[in-house]
């Protein structure tokens, strides 16, 4: 829920995902936050998906 002078927005969600990588001795955790999505009002749908294009491009250069 999104506050709004003392109540909630209606229909406005913030999303978030965490998690970390690899998984047995980690090297990162990284946390999305989406205020608003503008597509889904759900983070499997929005927070997720881009935390795991962020989290690939993390190792990829972690391991030059």
Known sequence: QVAEEGGYKEDATIVSFIGFSPPH??????FVKLQEPGTSPWAAETAAPLWFRMAEQISLSLRQ
């Not at 001795?25 to 990284?30: E, S, Y």
């Open 25 to 30: 001795d980690p090297d990162f955790l990284l």
